[in-house]
């Protein structure tokens, strides 16, 4: 198999895999999302309300990683159809760095805060999370990488045109 037919291949495959943690992802967020009424109702100790207000700020940092997740196989979907120098590289690099670095930073900052203002003022102010941390550098450089990858596009379309 030529290299281009098996990169392709390749891209496919993973794409599948993607789409395969995105809905095990998204089934898992929609069976917390059921369970949680029914949990709530039969819990006697404790508020459900805040209970429930604590569980969504701990899951929306998942939102911003199921953005970065579907732009990876739409990314992937493109890759395995020949876009190779299109403009959706970029555009998949930059989605999926703006979706990794927000649900990082709403990870390290917001849903420490807000749990702790929810919970009644007990808990540190930051949780210093390695990984969190780590996803968010990682997330702010993809989208410099897209601007790098846009630029060098216009350079290459700017070049095309004198020949």
Not at 114 to 143: C, H, P, Q, T
Request: contains cysteine.
């Amino acid at each position: 198999m030529p290299a281009p037919d098996r990169f392709r291949s390749q891209c496919r495959l993973l794409r599948a895999a993607t789409l395969v943690v995105f809905a095990g992802f998204c089934l898992v967020l929609g069976l917390v999302a059921a369970v949680l009424p029914w949990r709530m109702s039969t819990d006697p100790g404790g508020d459900a309300a805040t209970q429930a207000l604590l569980l969504v700020v701990r899951l929306l940092p998942g939102v911003g990683y199921l953005w970065a997740l579907w732009a990876v196989q739409r990314a992937l979907g493109e890759l395995a159809s020949g876009a190779i120098f299109h403009p959706a590289v970029a555009r998949a690099m930059r989605h999926i760095g703006i979706g990794v670095l927000a649900g990082a930073l709403f990870n390290v900052f917001a849903v420490t805060n807000l749990s702790r203002w929810i919970a009644g003022g007990k808990g540190g102010y930051l949780y210093f999370d390695l990984s969190g941390i780590v996803l968010g550098v990682v997330g702010a450089a993809l989208v410099l990488l897209a601007r790098l990858v846009d630029q060098a596009r216009a350079l290459q379309a700017e070049l095309d045109d004198f020949l």
